[in-house]
Each structure stands twice: as structure tokens, then as C-alpha cells.
């Protein structure tokens, strides 16, 4: 089946400094990709969406200039933390949706930001 | 608006049967989702119903949709104690866009 490889798994930050998280899909083309976060005991936040050949589109209250979102290309999507809080701390789960199957979303593994 | 509703835990020995329920507000949705998050890991897809059905079923897993009454439900049936993780229903928002709107989640604990 749809494989998303999402790392690193776990990172740990100094405040202030920045950090890259990576969605690759492994054996399909994704034309939309979701960036959720996900707060202890509660449900995935849809932070953005961006889909192919546009620029991401942020949901309300997420700041763009913080969290940069990269749709590299049809197979890879990153997510920049900039400037990190310890507020940031969560965890992040990026989903792809492959060409014309938008029944299917292929989640990534999930990254637990840590910032100390 | 858009919203869904989930209790937040469910207990159940192994070899019972679980059922988690779900209820939503927006009703355009084409599919309606159940996914299954086990600790520190991604969401896996386990089933989903399209809008016109009102069961599916897949090997022990049952889903019922009662699309009048906006409930979603899943059945697991002989529950193992693989089954513990945190359950999620989630349906496509603002008339089907990509946009996935998920419940809380509903954890799952299985007794041995």
C-alpha cells in the first residue's frame, strides 16, 4: 500500500532556533498535502493545506511566517518551525492525498517537536 | 458549522465486542472515515463509508451510519488487546474539499 516516510520521529530544540520536518511519499504522486498538529488527548488541528502548484493555505489562527510549509515537489513536503517555543511542543503529522484519490489520505508517523 | 462529537474512552474485556460512537454536524461530506492512532505513532486508515450506505462491514470491523441522525459508528468485533489505541471518526469538510474534520478521538481499552 500508500507509504508516507515522515522524519525525524522526535526532535528536541533550543527555543529560538528552527526545525524542519519532512513528508515524503514513497510510491505515489501527492497533489494535496495537510500539515495537523496534535495536542495531548485531543484531535488533529488542521494547520494548512497546499496543494500542487500553489502556494500553501493557512487555517485561522495558524501563522504563516512561523510555520513555513514547502511543497517541494509531487512526492515531498516540509514544514519549518521557525524560531521555536516551548509552546510549539506538540506533535505533527503531515497527510498526503494521492492524484484522484481523495478517499485515501496516507498519514506520515508523526514528529514529537520538543522545545526546551 | 462544522464539528464532531466522540466520547472519550471505552473499556472492554478481550473477546467483547466495542463500539465507538461518532456524531457530526455536517451531513455533504461524500465519505465519512474511521481511523486508529496507536501511541506516539501516525493515523492509519482502517475503514471508510460512502454518504449512500448504511453499513459496511469488513472482516470484525462493522461500520453503521445513520445518515437522518448525523451517527457514525464502529463495531470491532472479539476485540483483541491489539485493538487499544485511540479511534478517530473524520469526515471531508466545506462539501467535500480535502479538508478532513475529525472528532476528539475515542481511546480504547482493552482488558486482558
Known amino acids: 500500500g500508500a507509504v508516507v516516510s515522515q522524519h525525524p520521529s522526535r526532535v528536541i530544540c533550543k527555543s529560538g532556533t528552527s526545525v524542519k520536518i519532512e513528508c515524503r511519499s514513497l510510491?505515489?504522486?501527492?497533489?494535496?498535502m495537510f500539515w495537523y498538529r496534535q495536542f495531548p488527548k485531543q484531535s488533529l488541528m488542521l494547520m494548512a493545506t497546499?496543494?500542487?502548484?500553489?502556494?500553501?493555505?493557512?487555517e485561522q489562527g495558524v501563522e504563516k511566517d512561523k510555520f513555513l510549509i514547502n511543497h517541494a515537489s509531487l512526492t515531498l513536503s516540509t514544514l519549518t518551525v521557525t524560531s521555536a517555543h516551548p509552546e510549539d511542543s506538540s506533535f505533527y503529522i503531515c497527510?498526503?492525498?494521492?492524484?484522484?484519490?481523495?478517499?485515501?489520505?496516507?498519514f506520515g508517523q508523526g514528529t514529537r517537536l520538543t522545545v526546551v | 458549522g462544522e464539528d464532531v462529537e466522540q466520547s472519550l474512552f471505552l473499556s472492554v474485556r478481550e473477546g467483547d465486542s466495542s463500539v465507538i460512537n461518532c456524531t457530526y454536524t455536517?451531513?455533504?461530506?461524500?465519505?465519512l472515515y474511521w481511523y486508529k492512532q496507536e501511541p506516539g505513532a501516525g493515523l492509519q486508515l482502517l475503514t471508510y463509508?460512502?454518504?449512500?450506505?448504511d453499513m459496511k462491514q469488513d472482516q470484525r470491523l462493522t461500520v453503521l451510519l445513520n445518515k437522518k441522525d448525523k451517527h457514525l459508528s464502529l463495531r470491532i468485533a472479539d476485540t483483541q488487546t491489539g485493538d487499544s489505541a485511540i479511534y478517530f471518526c473524520?469526515?471531508?469538510?466545506?462539501?467535500?474539499?480535502?479538508?478532513?474534520?475529525f472528532g476528539q478521538g475515542t481511546t480504547l481499552q482493552v482488558k486482558p
Open positions: 497527510r498526503m492525498e494521492p492524484r484522484g484519490r481523495n478517499t485515501e489520505a496516507f
Open positions: 510510491d505515489f504522486q501527492a497533489t494535496t
Open positions: 497546499s496543494n500542487e502548484g500553489s502556494k500553501a493555505t493557512y
Open positions: 455536517d451531513s455533504s461530506s461524500t465519505y
Open positions: 463509508i460512502f454518504s449512500n450506505m
Open positions: 473524520a469526515y471531508h469538510g466545506s462539501g467535500n474539499t480535502g479538508k478532513l474534520i
